[in-house]
């Protein structure tokens, strides 16, 4: 099986770097090499500091250590700032060729400046307990996306609630004058 088919159908979830036509982004920096070991949980990879206003992170993930029969599953990517992880995570399949994967809410975090993190996912920690290391490069690159929404550009709105206790979805109806 090849890493290709073991996850067709997922595609569009976790890329999309070149899906908008008003992608604009700075060029990639190195954040870090990392070989995981069987007692890795979340682990940091390296800091990134984000572009002014730049509301998306880019992350390319190569696999240096590729094995057979593909034992790889998913890792769980995510940008940690003072302010938790404000870009969302996602799910991240190491690839020979590398992926790309886009962490974004459609807003600029309030911390520019934050950590790269990976999680293995106990399946991987498994195949690394068994022998086969889990090497994996990690570069970023930080950058804005336009709208592209036919004219609508609110996807959602957060409103900080006054009482302390967080955050409370605000849906706006555009259908009803």
Not at 35 to 51: A, I, Y
Not at 152 to 170: E, H, P, Q, T, Y
């Amino acid at each position: 099986m090849t890493s290709q088919s073991r996850r067709r159908g997922a595609a569009s979830i976790r890329t999309g770097a070149g899906s908008s036509s008003s992608v604009r982004f700075q060029d990639w920096s190195s954040v870090g090499t990392r070989t995981f070991t069987p007692d890795d949980l979340t682990e940091v990879v390296g800091s990134f500091v984000m572009g002014e206003n730049h509301d998306t992170l880019w992350t390319r993930i190569t696999l240096l250590s590729p094995a057979e029969p593909w034992p790889w599953s998913y890792g769980i990517l995510g940008f940690r700032t003072s302010n938790g992880y404000e870009l969302g995570s996602i799910k991240a399949y190491p690839e020979v060729d590398s992926e790309v994967f886009k962490l974004g809410i459609g807003r600029p975090p309030y911390e520019r400046t934050g950590q790269l993190t990976f999680e293995p996912r106990s399946f991987n920690l498994a195949w690394i307990r068994n022998g086969y290391p889990l090497t994996l490069k990690f570069e970023c690159a930080s950058g804005t996306t336009g709208g592209g929404s036919g004219g609508i550009d609110v996807v959602n709105s957060f409103v900080r609630a006054s009482d302390g206790s967080g955050l409370r979805l605000v849906q706006i109806d555009f259908t009803n004058p």
